[in-house]
């Protein structure tokens, strides 16, 4: 497990009611997948330690946090001390994306180039000011290059070969 990277969903933020429930603030985009009943999590101390696998039995969104009930705990004695403990799983359960969108795991460390085979950098960041991504690509000189995510600049992404392909319009340089 060690060697597996692993994705945060959660932090347990405090306890809800005396029946040992936990409430969980989610660090995910698809909350209602990662907490549905019967999913196993690893809990992690805040410090560090050895983690701990649950079961959800039940679960419900709550106020922006969603109220968990984990298997083998019905009473608040019992959950007390796992506030503060984060919740994860292991990559390999990443939800799948729909056909042109991707994690930001994937994108950044991508090796960038035009469609005429020009190499321009690396992307290192993502950001999202509006209407749509912008690549932050640094160049073999220092310098930034901001790409926008839209049809007409990204022409190919190759996320196992770790490769974008981009055609540049006017003034992007």
Same mark, same amino acid.
């Given at each position: 497990?060690?060697?597996?990277?692993?994705?945060?969903?959660?932090?347990?933020?405090?306890?809800?009611?005396?029946?040992?429930?936990?409430?969980?603030?989610?660090?995910?985009?698809?909350?209602?997948?990662?907490?549905?009943?019967?999913?196993?999590?690893?809990?992690?101390?805040?410090?560090?330690?050895?983690?701990?696998?649950?079961?959800?039995?039940?679960?419900?969104?709550?106020?922006?946090?969603?109220?968990?009930?984990?298997? =083998?705990?019905?009473? $608040?004695?019992? +959950?007390?001390?796992? @506030? *503060?403990? !984060? #919740?994860?799983? /292991?990559?390999? %359960?990443? &939800?799948?994306?729909?056909?042109?969108?991707?994690?930001?795991?994937?994108?950044?460390?991508?090796?960038?180039?035009?469609?005429?085979?020009?190499?321009?950098?690396?992307?290192?960041?993502?950001?999202?000011? =509006?209407?749509?991504? $912008?690549?932050? +690509?640094?160049?073999? @000189? *220092?310098? !930034? #290059?901001?790409? /926008?995510?839209? %049809?007409? &600049?990204?022409?190919?992404?190759?996320?196992?070969?770790?490769?974008?392909?981009?055609?540049?319009?006017?003034?992007?340089?």
């Amino acid at each position: 497990m060690s060697e597996e990277r692993l994705l945060n969903i959660g932090k347990v933020v405090n306890t809800h009611g005396i029946k040992g429930e936990i409430k969980v603030w989610p660090q995910t985009d698809f909350p209602e997948v990662r907490f549905k009943p019967g999913n196993k999590l690893l809990m992690f101390p805040p410090d560090s330690g050895q983690p701990l696998t649950v079961e959800i039995v039940a679960s419900r969104e709550q106020k922006k946090m969603y109220v968990l009930q984990i298997k =083998g705990f019905d009473n $608040i004695n019992q +959950v007390e001390k796992y @506030k *503060g403990w !984060e #919740l994860k799983v /292991p990559e390999t %359960d990443r &939800v799948p994306l729909p056909e042109g969108e991707y994690y930001v795991r994937d994108i950044v460390g991508c090796a960038v180039e035009t469609d005429e085979g020009e190499q321009l950098g690396t992307v290192t960041d993502i950001l999202s000011p =509006g209407a749509n991504d $912008i690549w932050v +690509v640094k160049m073999p @000189k *220092g310098k !930034e #290059l901001l790409l /926008p995510v839209i %049809d007409d &600049v990204v022409l190919n992404v190759d996320i196992a070969g770790r490769k974008i392909t981009v055609h540049l319009l006017e003034g992007l340089l």
